[in-house]
């Protein structure tokens, strides 16, 4: 391993232990036994009040610091994995966290979701609030479903805290620049109010029973919105479709390392062509400070769904400069969501329970498939009800997709996951024509 990628892999891993105290994971230790050995850590641990945010309020409140909650399913080994060897420990955090009341937060079993809004297909999620729930700002990104490094670290997360304690020390001056980064009233007040959850979860874990079973998963969140929106013979919004868009559908490279600080800009991207440079320190987006990536996603995440733009106040060698983010038409579907949880869901609903990548050059060669035309191989085909009917249809692991419901030209499994949800009546049959070796067939599935 060379040294580089040793820095990054102890960075990232360093920042997720020393926020998270995660236990280590023994042999044979069972999830179970990793979810009650997390709580005896904290609940033995005095500096963080485990699963009790009124009394992390009142001691905000009490000592007059800032509040700093961490939200983090327990355990969580499918999306970020920790390798022990790399873990050492950073003074410099450990010395920020002391300026700020801690609270763990297991689980979004009666989280208040009006207080609580976030991009729900992340592994963790950090909030920074003042005594009275005045959000200071969000840390916790990730753009891949394995791969991390480049989103978060504890270096920045040190920058996001040193950034935070500045905006307290200037509350409530700044009060009236902070009110965007929380919205109106959501749709559901907490997770086990959403339809589709309630009858399966209660507001508290199951410390009792099977406590793994009991536990609402971020992403169950937007998955159960979306469901409930669709049960409804509605539209989803790209708005939830396309949620928390990454600063890289915009063009902008973002230094996991720094405050919300521009590492490449991407050439003929918006953020290119709105005059955005490499170094520049972005200061407010839509007037809100912002603290870190997950900061810039909120903006975005309010930013118009077609074209528009942000107003942006950036530091540049020295001088502060007033710019425009120009969105494009259509922008926000350039995200790609075919990495996040919640897309297993969306695959159900259009696609009949498979999933599916972009075909290599090699398949392509082989199967004589234009470069740009669709060619999307099939990766896995649901075998249980209700992710099996693509398979009833006939679809098998490895046949290409190469034509959908009529169109030719749902190049990404993005596009054809938005197209089967938003543009393709529930319930209605879709021809798909597919290469398998020397033969091209044609099936029908059925949306639901």
Known sequence: MSQNRFRILSSASLFLFAILYLPSPATGQSRQQKIMGDKLKFETDRTWFYNNLEQGFEEAKRLKQPMLVVLRCIPCEECVKLDDDLLEENAELKQLLKSFVKVRVVGTNGLNLSLFQFDTDQSFAAFIFNANGTLYGRFGTRSDRTQWEDDVSVEGLSKALEAALDLHRNYPSNQASLAGKQ?????????????????????????????????????????????????????????????????????????????????????????????????????????????????????????????????????????????????????????DISWRASSWKLRQLGLGGMNVDLATDEERTKLGIKPGQMALTVQHVGAYAPHDRAKKAGILKGDVIVEYDGRTDLVRETDLLAYAINQVEIGRSVVIKIQRGTETKTVEVVTM
């Open 183 to 335: 919205a109106d009233k959501p749709m559901f007040d907490s997770p086990e109010k959403i339809p589709s959850l309630a009858s399966r979860f209660k507001s508290t874990l199951d410390y009792e029973g099977d406590t793994v079973k009991s536990c609402i998963h971020c992403h169950m969140i937007g998955e159960g919105i979306k469901s409930h929106i669709r049960s409804e013979q509605k539209t989803i919004p790209n708005s939830l479709l396309f949620a928390y868009p990454h600063p890289k559908t915009v063009g902008l490279i973002m230094d996991p390392a720094q405050c919300a600080t521009v590492k490449d800009v991407v050439p003929g991207s918006d953020g290119s062509k709105s005059g955005f440079k490499i170094g520049d320190r972005i200061i407010t987006l839509s007037g809100q400070p912002i603290l870190s990536i997950a900061d810039f996603q909120w903006a975005l995440h309010h930013a118009p769904d077609t074209s528009g733009s942000i107003e942006v106040v950036l530091e540049r060698g020295g001088q502060t400069i007033d710019l425009s983010l120009v969105l494009q038409d259509s922008w926000r579907t350039q995200e």
